[in-house]
């Protein structure tokens, strides 16, 4: 690691009453150094500013780089859509070569954000995941009570892995547990693709590539 501040105070001027103060911003979020920083990311508590004057609470919502290398993990969160392509190739440089093992991931939206933390958390591949949920949302519209679910994410939360889905015109959703049957498939697909997500160099792995991969392999899906 490069010698820099992980951090920096920023003068905010509050949504409210407009009185400026200070708020720390974590910019570089290398959870082997600061250990706490796993469970405020979580919670969202590093992002949570209160007002100094009037109380008015607000979460911050900024670019970041978090790091954690027990899952061999490097996020780049850009909520703002800002290119990250520099600092993805700052980390190719050979100093950073023990991280070439480590899984990139672009990351544009919080909730995005805090579904792939949970998936790493429960010690799962998210692009096997994310390649269940376009099975499942097959799978929920060919029923015979059709669900054409527009949301579906995995959550890990007291131990427990599932899926929700939900048909948020309609306001139908339910929850598919990741055990039994669910998990059987997630195991035999993430054997069956490994090679093949090896080859993956993109960053970002979601339902637009999701979709693309089965229908490049369409095979291995029949
Ligand atoms: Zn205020």
Redesign the pocket.
Known sequence: MTKHADHYNRNLA??????K?RFKIWDRIYTDKVPELKDQVRDLSLFHFV??????ETYLDYDFLYVQNDVRLVIYYAPGGGDISAMHESLQKPEYAFMQSYQYRLIRTRARLLETLAIFDAALDDRVLEIMKVMLRSWLAAQAEPIHADLVEFTFAGGKKAFHFADTQKGNSGILPFEGGVEQTYKALAQDLEPLLAKEETLTFDQAWAVSFVQQHQDLFA
Do not use: I, T
């Open positions: 509050c949504p409210a009453c407009g009185k103060s007002c100094p004057a009037c109380g008015q």
